[in-house]
Every structure is written in structure tokens, then in C-alpha cells.
């Protein structure tokens, strides 16, 4: 580049000028109460973007499902949706609520319904009364007058319970009906819009007709949630940006059918910080198919960890590690991070009631002399393990100050109780 055009480079910008901060735009959603007993989750408005997770256990074995539900909501999850597909499931419920009850887990139960939940709810008036919520399908409660009368009868079941709802739309199984009618609209324009642009458009009208006629039948619109799920994330962000602007709905935000580990996890990640960035979302829920022997609480860590990496909420104490390159050949600094990781992790559901705040501690556990020293500093507590040729010392820093110096082979440990006692003293409450 030669130096003129250098010049009109920097003149042409705005040097001089702060750059303005990245930050994420605020939501402008109606706030509804998601509750059970005395206990109560918002959803909207200023309310946190809550996490959510569904089950995959059968809802018929109330033992099974209700191990499940804790571990989602030990996992962080703050709505837990299970599957509610025929009888033996809906009586299930009331049980599943009682065992978690039980147990002091305190998520409320969200009901999942498809095709047969205007008879389910009626049959079971305890099942109606346990759940906290009800997600209704447009497009799986029968077509045309039927489909309108067992809407309204599960929307009625809401009202008179005082429960809020989630009109889910899918576009696996959109009212073909709608989707037709739209389709004749579009055959008749000028200039007709693109198929998948019409798919959008009934995505949302689905949405947003179910939820107007769930208001005349009498449910709080504050209590309505949306959500127009498919599974490119291009289409997502298309048909979520478009629902936002014509709504002040709660919404309800994911990736249906993502897929499987990391292409699952990359996929709605992708998707969702987008949207989140734009303060569109107010309830997050990764659709991510369990590999063999994976936990489903990897669906959940998933949420935590998008909420947190984009600085909306803190849950775990984050761990800044470099990712290591030729300078550290050996693998001290991946087990430590690790193992750091691993312990922080864990020992938050004590940690959380024992030391508030401590979600929002930093640790880096850095492999060389490069940058370790200095992105040491910036955490709460840093590590700079030596690279290869390095001293074998390891400078502690706390709080941007170098605190001390690990040597040997018990570098883990000792990092660890300091850790420990960085907690007690920043975190524990003195009473
Ligand atoms: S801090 Fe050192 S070891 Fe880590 S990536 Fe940078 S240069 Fe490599």
C-alpha cells in the first residue's frame, strides 16, 4: 500500500474517535411468570435470556424422567419440557412433580403436546394442573373447525389454570392448510416471492394468528410465548428478525434439529448469538442429538456456555487457557486447564449458595512466557506455565499483581488450594 492511500485511510475513518463498545441490544418483550407452588420464573422483558432443555426419558416413568429433570436443572436449565404423548404419560406428570418436589428441585415442568392435548389435558385435570406450561403446536391440533375447537379447548385448559402457553410453530409440520392458502396469495402477486419466502411468512402467521386468537379466548398475552423453529441457520435468523419486528411476544429461541455434536453445538451457536446479539430471544433451548453415551446435560452446558461467552449471564467461573502451539511441547498446561475446569465446574452447585458471585470469577491457565504473563493479569488469577527452554517456574498473578511462583511437580494442586482460598476470601460471606 503506498503512503497515500494509507493516509486517506486513517482520515477517512473515524481516528481519533472511541470505538464504540459491542453490546447487546436490549429485548422490548412482554415479561410473563412461569410458575408452580410458590415459585416463580420470568420469561421476557428484563427478565435473564433463561435457559431451557427437554427430556428424552419416556414421560410414562416418572422415576426415570424426574432423575432426568434434576440433572437438566442441576445442569442450569430453568424450564424443563418433557413429552407429554398419551395417557400414561399425562398421569406420570403430577408424580414427576411431586418427586421433584421432593427433592428441592425447583424447575418448573413444561408439557409438550402434539395432536391428542385438548384430550389429555381435559382426561387429566392433575396433569393439566402439575405442568407450569403448555406447548402447543399449530400445526399438530387437527385442521380446519376441529383443529380451531381443540385449539381453544387447550388454550381454555391454560386460562382457567392460569398457565402460560408456547404456541410452537415447526416447520417440519406447519398448518398445511395455511401454507397452502399462502401459496395461492403468492401464485397471484406480480411478482411472485421465493418458496422458502413463503414458508417464512407462514411460519409467522401461524404464530402470530394462534397467539391473537389464544388473547380472545382469554389467555394473558404475557403468557404467550412463540417460537418458528427450522434448521437452517440462515432461515432462523430470517424468520426470528422478522417475527421481532412484529411482535412483542416472549420468544423462544433455537435450532430445531441441529444435528450431533460439534456440527449440533457449532450450528445453533451460530444461529443464535446472531440473534441474541440483536436482543431477539428470550428463551434459549439447543435441539442437539445426543451421541452414544453422552450425557443430555451437554444440551444444556451448551446454552450456559452462549449466554456466558457473549456476556449475558455468567454461571461458571471461566477458564481463559492459549490453545498452545510449538513454544509448550509438553501437556502440563492442557491437564491443568482441565483440571481447573473440571473442578471449578463441579464444585459450582455448592459454590453457588456458598460464595455469591463467584460465576463471574476469572482464571488463565496459559502455556508460555509469550502471553501468559500478560493475559495473567487480566484475570483474577493467572498461571504462566513455563514453555519448552523456559525456567521451570510458574508466576502466579492475582488480581494483575504476580503473587508468587510455582515450582515441581505439585503445581496442580497448589494452584488449586490457591484458587480455593482466592474464593473463600472474595466470595464467602462473613457472617
Ligand atoms: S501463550 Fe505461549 S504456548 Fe500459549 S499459544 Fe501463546 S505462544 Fe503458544
Redesign the pocket.
Known amino acids: 500500500m503506498d503512503t497515500a492511500s494509507r493516509s486517506s485511510l486513517v482520515t477517512s475513518g473515524a481516528a481519533g474517535q472511541p470505538i464504540p463498545l459491542a453490546a447487546v441490544r436490549a429485548r422490548t418483550t412482554r415479561q410473563g411468570v412461569v410458575a408452580w407452588g410458590s415459585h416463580r420464573v420470568t420469561v421476557g422483558g428484563d427478565a435473564p435470556v433463561r435457559v431451557q432443555s427437554m427430556t428424552n426419558t419416556d414421560t410414562a416413568d416418572a422415576v426415570g424422567t424426574a432423575i432426568q429433570v434434576k440433572e437438566l436443572a442441576l445442569a442450569g436449565s430453568e424450564l424443563v419440557r418433557i413429552t407429554v404423548n398419551n395417557d400414561e404419560a399425562a398421569k406420570a406428570v403430577p408424580y414427576i412433580r411431586e418427586q421433584l418436589d421432593r427433592m428441592d428441585i425447583h424447575v418448573p415442568l413444561i408439557g409438550d403436546f402434539h395432536y391428542n392435548g385438548h384430550r389429555l389435558l381435559t382426561d387429566h385435570p392433575a396433569c393439566a394442573q402439575a405442568l407450569s406450561k403448555y406447548r402447543i403446536n399449530p400445526g399438530n391440533v387437527g385442521r380446519g373447525d376441529k383443529g380451531d375447537r381443540q385449539f381453544a379447548q387447550m388454550v381454555e385448559i391454560a386460562a382457567r389454570h392460569d398457565k402460560a402457553i408456547r404456541i410452537g410453530v415447526n416447520w417440519g409440520s406447519l398448518d398445511q392448510d395455511l401454507l397452502a392458502r399462502l401459496m395461492d396469495e403468492n401464485a397471484s402477486r406480480p411478482q411472485p416471492w421465493e418458496a422458502r419466502q413463503v414458508m417464512y411468512e407462514a411460519l409467522i402467521t401461524s404464530a402470530l394468528e394462534s397467539a391473537k386468537r389464544a388473547e380472545q379466548i382469554g389467555l394473558n398475552g404475557n403468557n404467550i410465548t412463540l417460537s418458528c423453529k427450522v434448521s437452517a441457520v440462515q432461515d432462523l435468523i430470517a424468520v426470528y428478525q422478522a417475527l421481532a419486528q412484529r411482535c412483542d411476544y416472549a420468544l423462544h429461541l433455537g435450532l430445531t434439529e441441529a444435528g450431533m455434536g460439534t456440527k449440533g453445538a457449532v450450528a445453533s451457536t451460530a444461529a443464535l448469538s446472531v440473534l441474541l446479539q440483536q436482543g431477539i430471544g428470550d428463551t434459549i433451548r439447543i435441539s442437539l442429538t445426543p451421541q452414544p453415551g453422552e450425557a443430555r446435560t451437554q444440551e444444556v452446558v451448551i446454552a450456559l456456555e452462549i449466554l456466558q461467552a457473549l456476556g449475558m449471564r455468567a454461571f461458571v467461573p471461566s477458564v481463559t487457557a ?7 511441547t509438553s501437556t502440563t ?1 492442557q491437564e491443568l486447564a482441565k483440571q481447573i475446569d473440571d473442578y471449578l465446574r463441579s464444585s459450582m452447585p455448592v459454590w453457588r449458595e456458598r460464595y455469591p458471585g463467584v460465576e463471574n470469577l476469572k482464571v488463565a491457565v ?7 504473563p500478560g ?1 495473567s493479569k487480566h484475570a483474577d488469577i493467572g498461571i ?1 506455565l513455563p ?1 519448552t527452554g523456559e525456567a521451570p517456574a510458574a508466576p502466579v498473578f492475582i488480581d494483575g499483581q504476580k503473587a508468587m511462583t510455582l515450582r515441581g511437580d505439585d503445581i496442580v494442586r497448589e494452584f488449586q488450594g490457591i484458587v480455593d482460598n482466592y474464593i473463600e476470601k472474595k466470595f464467602g460471606v462473613t457472617v
Request: hydrophobic share 20%; net charge neutral.
Open positions: 492459549c490453545p498452545g502451539c510449538g513454544r509448550t498446561f496459559m502455556g508460555c512466557i509469550v502471553n501468559g493475559e504462566s514453555g
